[in-house]
């Protein structure tokens, strides 16, 4: 089965795996196959369904995609409770999607918000701001430096050997190896070394391991294994990492990017991520030509996902999936 994914804020681990959850993954299944890759030192936050983001700003703007002129749109920690909520499908898809418009307006998208908070660890604000958060008052930190590490850094065999010494499945397995490969192939490459030698953070982190193996469970379990995309938006800006800033989009996530249609617009921040262009790397087989195209697939399917992402973005940051 072939899953489509609306990119139009881009795409990470978190928000494809909370696209997947929302698509109607158990969660409960979830955690059951997490478990098995034996890691620990991490709690999951998972905020299903419904979020309201006030003020968003809905852009209509053109761009260029390969050459193409397109008109585009621009927590809690978890408890153990198995909450599975019903599929969505073409109609919700209609409901939630909203066209292209100017100006400052709420939107109301029904989805689902994961990630993984790492123990152990703290971060010291770059700067800060308050902002409106789906719907309550928070102060965000717009950049981070991590003051306590996440303790062991692992490199890429390191990885790999906790993934083939798994009790997943075959399929999962080879999957997550092949994204993390592609990923220490990148980074090596940007840094010109062999991927023997590639050991830092954003390849180490547990959080972009259960993203990266998250997301193949997923895809195993509604029994999809080949992604379509929409050209992705990117960002634009800096973004802090173990090697200081560094320009939107990363080095290694452009080197993964090279052939996959993409656009920039206005909005700043780090869209797509290097674990997201990874899993784009790996599962993605086909792109269509324009966002239009990839709504009217979405228009389409039997069943569809939202999954959102952790930036606060003057346009809904959501990625959406679905299937026929």
């Known amino acids: 089965m072939k899953l489509y994914a609306l990119c139009t804020s881009g795409i990470s681990g978190n928000m494809m795996v909370g696209a997947l959850l929302d698509y109607g993954v158990p969660f409960a299944y979830f955690q059951k196959e997490i478990e098995k890759l034996h890691v620990a030192g991490f709690d999951y936050i ?14 209509l703007q053109t761009v260029s995609v390969d050459g193409k ?27 939630n999607h909203h066209r292209p418009m100017t100006g400052q307006r709420d939107v109301r998208i029904e989805g689902t918000f994961f990630d993984v908070t790492l123990h152990a660890i703290t971060h010291q604000p770059v700067w800060e701001r308050t902002l409106q958060h789906w719907g309550r008052t928070v102060t965000k930190a717009i950049g981070v430096v991590p003051i306590v590490s996440h303790g062991v850094k692992r490199n890429y065999g390191d990885i790999v050997n906790i993934i083939r010494h798994s009790n997943l499945s075959d399929w999962v397995k080879e999957k997550s190896i092949a994204a993390f490969t592609h990923l220490g192939e990148a980074e090596a490459t940007v ?6 030698k590639v050991h830092f953070h954003e390849v180490g982190a547990i959080d972009c391991i259960i993203d990266i193996v998250g997301t193949m ?10 992604l379509v995309i929409s050209p992705l938006h990117v960002g634009t800006g800096q973004v802090y990492c173990d090697h200081g800033w560094m320009p939107v989009p990363t080095p290694a996530t452009e080197q993964l990017l090279q052939g996959v249609p993409t656009f ?19 599962l993605a087989t086909h792109s269509v030509s324009s966002i239009e195209e990839m709504e009217t697939c979405l228009t389409r399917c039997n069943a569809i996902g939202y999954g959102f992402g952790s930036l606060h973005l003057p346009i809904p940051n959501v990625l959406v999936i679905g299937s026929h």
């Open 46 to 59: 998972y905020q299903p369904r419904s979020y309201e983001m006030n003020g968003c700003e809905s852009m």
């Open 69 to 95: 002129t397109e008109e585009i749109t621009n927590g809690n920690h978890i408890t153990n409770d198995e909450k599975v909520h019903a599929r969505g499908d073409a109609q919700e898809f209609e409901k």
């Open 191 to 196: 840094h010109g070394v062999s991927i023997d």
């Open 217 to 226: 469970i997923g895809m195993e379990y509604i029994g999809a294994s080949e």
């Open 264 to 282: 920039t617009t206005h909005v700043m921040g780090e869209l797509v991520t290097p674990t997201g262009a990874a899993l784009v790397k790996t």
